[in-house]
């Protein structure tokens, strides 16, 4: 065991030494270069005090109170935008699973399905009828949820221009609430469909981890789906039993929220839901006991049918550790204070997984409260590495858990929430907030916040309270403060560690033994530098720009509300959006066409990896934001470079962005270890197919498209060089003529003009604009096959999808546009009806169509459902079934059209405003169309003729293709 904990302590401890076991992956040298800044201990001089207890002030728009009953309800008005002339409507249940006798486990969730089978004033489908006439089509804007803790019933895009719908959906509400009603031809049939959802609803990933560290709760014996040989035994009586114990107004809450008179909403739930009568079984409240250990307790799973491993190291505070309101300023400081560390923690190991490819990926996970125990759990460490590197992967982790625990923070790591000097702080400590003082503010739709008030009692602020309580909290903060929490929760007897998918013979014993080797090993501060990541002092300011301005040649106004058009004289297009008064940072969306067009089959191939070896190098520069560069991203027809929010000023972001767009430079580490991992990757089994892209690609389109996305075969792979990369990244961001810059941010056009002359204008652009490249596409008429997908999974499982696909030489206009989407609009609604509800046989119906852009003529309609392996074929039966009589008989009713009609005229696209005119624009600029349905006298002019005139047309000129993954216990990829 001795030579395992050298090599973990050489490995993982000193890592960031560059020692030998990772020169592979590590270059001495130049990782020397970029280190800096040891982690000198930071003197302590201020003991951490306890934070005085405030009151938070409910947000000021929302109108909060409880009836007499005891039903809270919750009445936002909020008008804006997408909102006008629409509401969200919902009645929150606090009860759940956890509630569930032993012998009656899955009756909540049974109980959820049966409400929407008759009410005492809505009988049978009426309701359900109802919210389709008015445009809500049935889970769609009209769902349930049902979770341990509690069950939602929703309405999403009521209209409430007239105000009936508003009186009816509440009272459709109040009897889901209180007057179900228990039918037995409809009880036996939701029996069926929940026990094809219950096979089919695997548990989230890792659950059986949460399990067990919940202690004396009950979420391991009360999954909310319920068991198969429970669900098969419960009656109508213990349906009708938990709902009449449970469902009763002390244990509700209404909300409305959306483009609604207040006053108005507040009189008539007084009058409709106090008419209910106030019961005596109140909902309990679970407090969290994590179990006792003195050592960490170490959980480990060997799941070999994963490619990757994974470290969780859970922290679980016991309840007496909580002892402050979480509508209290306390509550709040102790909790932020929490993220703060987190996000530390999380650039600390982006670092690492930056400079040395130990990690896979890094993830730290805070404030979730999906669950009561959550709130014991400050944050979360998740970390997925090669499972070979398991003791390197949590020496790593645990050493900068130990480096905090001795030293806490570096300077500037604290500088980065408060630039004044340690010593000024002090001086800025404030023992309560103001919360007097008015301010205005835009205002936001808070849902979740909303639940979370009634289920857990957080607190629910205004946008401008939660100002002032961040001004609040950086008032407080000090290292002092910091370390102390810190060291409170990282403790032996709080830790829960949880590595996934090991090797046989790791014991929990060598687990521990790794860990406390690292905590105890002498840590001098001298020898234990980390790196900080390079490029966020290019974010800062270091990069200069030595290309020429370029000049702005045409502004002009466009049709969205604060839209700026700038021409530059090298033909790039910047356009500024107005980001409203709530948001304070720069979100760009770069969009740049047909650039592949210029490359061979082989280069184009090479190009696509690109991505990964440039943007590895930012991985972790913004951590605390939730995206970072993920969706950075080559393709063929468009290039497009979607960056985030950064904490930095206009000029040094756009100073920044002209750096990634024009620097040709490919890390040699990174090279070396990409073409490693594509190397491994090729030579591994192949997935056949996947997603819906792949079948585009795989099946519809000519070989020469195939031949530009297709993989590089281990010889081409074996051969590529890091020049040769290299040469290819300059070539390939040589022209920018034509692409277009959707900046969006609260600057004015004329405070961003010389900014984009300057950084964009100055982008290269050596050949003529890049115009998008047709494909010939479907060159195979009425071909159907079936494509097989092998994969593991618990349950023996069918993913289905059937795809319709129409070459045609028609001109898209928004003719066809309508009747396409009443087509998926209406058969949604019958594979719904037709199918899932009358045998259960299907756990899902998506449906989606799509006109393919790379094309002048094609239409694509995809049909997408779970279901079991056996059922596959009499699905797909059905299915055609069912459209052929679409189009032939009498299925479809003069009610269907209605209720598509009056669906999309209440959702009928408004004109984009700055909410979501970046990926409008961006999408306009990619397609050169225009898909957005927006005339209402096409939606207006449907018929039952005309519609099923295109359903013919679109099945006679269309093949099919089916793509079938299935999964089980024994199933290997292939």
């Known amino acids: ?28 040298t130049n990782y020397r270069h970029n280190t800096y800044g040891s982690m000198q201990p930071i003197v302590l001089t201020d003991k951490y005090q306890q934070p005085p207890y405030q009151q938070i002030p409910l947000d000021e728009c929302i109108l909060k109170d409880t009836l007499a009953n005891g039903l809270t309800y919750y009445i936002y008005n909020y008008d804006q935008h997408e909102w006008k002339g629409k509401a969200y409507m919902q009645v929150i249940q606090k009860t759940g699973s956890l509630i569930e006798d032993d012998d009656c486990l899955g009756v909540a969730h049974f109980v959820e399905h049966t409400v929407f089978n008759g009410t005492k004033n809505f009988p049978e489908n009426t309701a359900v009828e109802y919210m389709r006439r008015i445009g809500l089509p049935f889970a769609q804007d009209v769902n349930a949820t049902t979770t341990f803790e509690y069950t939602e019933y929703h309405l999403q895009q009521v209209p409430v221009e007239n105000k009936v719908n508003i009186d009816t959906c509440l009272m459709i509400l109040r009897d889901w609430a209180a007057y179900c009603s228990f039918n037995k031809e409809s009880f036996e049939r939701e029996r069926k469909v929940i026990l094809e959802e219950n096979r089919l609803s695997l548990l989230e990933p890792n659950y059986d981890y949460y399990f067990k560290i919940t202690n004396n709760l009950k979420y391991d014996k009360r999954y909310p789906v319920g068991y198969e040989q429970s669900i098969k035994q419960l009656t109508l009586n213990d349906v009708r039993n938990y709902y009449n114990k449970w469902y009763q107004p002390q244990n509700q809450a209404v909300v409305v929220v959306g483009d609604v008179d207040s006053l108005y909403v507040k009189d008539k739930i ?136 001795r030293y806490g923070w570096t300077q500037k790591e604290l500088n980065k929430y408060n630039p004044e000097p340690v010593e000024h702080l002090s001086d800025r400590m404030t023992d309560s907030v103001d919360f007097s003082q008015k301010g205005y503010m835009v205002k936001k739709v808070q849902l979740d916040n909303i639940r979370n008030n009634f289920l857990y009692g957080n607190y629910l602020t205004s946008e401008k309270t939660s100002m002032d309580l961040v001004e609040y909290r950086m008032g407080r903060l000090n290292q002092s403060m910091v370390h102390d929490i810190f060291c409170d929760i990282d403790k032996k007897e709080n830790i829960t560690i949880f590595l996934m998918n090991l090797n046989d013979n790791v014991t929990e014993k060598e687990v521990l033994e790794v860990y406390n080797a690292v905590r105890q090993s002498d840590l001098e501060t001298e020898k234990y530098k980390y790196a900080e990541d390079p490029i966020y002092q290019l974010i800062m300011g270091d990069i200069t720009v030595d290309a020429k301005p370029g000049k702005i040649v045409k502004k002009q106004k466009l049709d969205i509300e604060g839209c700026i058009e700038y021409k530059l004289n090298n033909g790039v297009t910047a356009i500024v959006c107005d980001a409203g008064k709530n948001t304070y940072s720069l979100l760009i969306n770069g969009v740049r066409r047909g650039m592949m067009s210029y490359f061979n089959d082989e280069e184009a191939k090479k190009i696509r990896l690109l991505p990964q070896m440039i943007t590895s190098q ?37 100073k920044y962005l002209h750096y990634m767009l024009t620097n040709t430079n490919i890390d040699t580490i990174r090279f070396n270890k990409f073409r490693q991992n594509l190397l491994n990757t090729t030579k591994e089994p192949k997935k056949l197919i996947s997603r819906k892209g792949s079948l585009w690609n795989n099946f519809c389109y000519l070989q020469e498209y195939e031949n530009r996305t297709g993989e590089l075969s281990v010889q081409q792979i074996e051969n590529m060089t890091l020049e040769e ?50 494909l010939k596409a479907f060159q195979l008429k009425n071909y159907d096959d079936s494509v097989y997908y092998h994969y593991y999974s618990q349950t023996p499982v069918a993913n289905l999808m059937l795809s319709y696909i129409m070459e045609k030489n028609f001109k898209y206009n928004e003719e066809i546009n309508v009747l396409a989407d009443a087509f998926i609009h209406i058969l949604r609604e019958l594979l719904h009806n037709n199918i899932r509800l009358s045998d259960g046989s299907s756990y899902y119906f998506n449906c989606d169509y799509y006109f393919i852009t790379q094309t002048t003529s094609a239409l694509n309609l995809d049909i997408e459902t779970t279901c079991a392996p056996n059922s596959v074929q009499p699905l797909v039966n059905r299915i055609n079934t069912l459209i052929k009589e679409m189009s032939e008989g009498d299925i479809i009713t003069s009610q269907h059209i209605n209720n598509y009609i009056n669906t999309r005229l209440n959702n ?49 000129n269309s093949y099919k293709q089916k793509v079938i993954m299935l999964g089980d216990e024994n199933g290997a990829m292939e």
């Open 1 to 28: 065991m001795k030579h395992i904990i050298k090599a973990t302590l050489l490995i993982g401890v000193l890592a960031f030494a560059g020692c030998k076991k990772t020169k592979e992956i590590v270059d001495e």
């Open 270 to 405: 007084q009058k409709i839901f106090g008419e209910l009568q106030r019961g005596d079984s109140q909902a309990p409240t679970y407090n969290f006991t994590p179990l006792k250990h003195e050592e960490p307790q170490v959980i480990i799973t060997k799941e070999n049918k994963l490619s990757y491993s994974e470290i969780n190291i859970t922290y679980c505070l016991p309840t007496e550790k909580l002892p402050f309101d979480k509508n209290s300023t306390a509550w709040y400081l102790e909790n932020n204070v929490s993220k703060d560390i987190a996000q530390t923690i999380q650039k600390r190991l982006e670092r690492i997984k930056t400079e040395t490819f130990l990690f896979n990926s890094v993830n730290i996970k805070t404030n979730r409260y999906r669950y009561k125990f959550d709130e014991n759990i400050p944050f979360e460490i998740s970390v997925t590495f090669d499972k070979e590197n398991w003791q390197k992967a949590l020496a790593a982790i645990v050493c900068e858990l130990e480096k905090i625990n």
């Open 908 to 956: 009928l696209a408004q004109k984009p405003t700055y909410i979501n005119s970046v990926n409008y624009l961006s999408h306009r600029y990619i397609d050169g169309r225009n898909y957005v349905i927006s005339d209402p006298t096409l939606v207006k002019s449907i018929t039952i003729p005309k519609l099923q005139a295109f359903i013919k047309d679109f099945m006679a």
């Open 725 to 774: 990369m290299s040469e290819l990244c300059k070539k390939y961001k040589s022209n920018y003529n034509g692409s277009v810059f959707i900046i969006q941010c609260n600057l004015t056009p004329n405070q961003l003009k010389a900014l984009i002359a300057k950084y964009l204008g100055s982008l290269p652009s050596e050949r003529n604009p890049i115009k998008l490249q047709n």
């Open 618 to 654: 930012f991985d972790g520069m913004n951590s605390e934001s939730e995206n970072s560069w993920q969706n950075f991203g080559m393709f063929y027809d468009k290039y497009e470079c979607f960056t985030f929010p950064l904490n930095t000023s206009p000029e040094n972001w756009l």
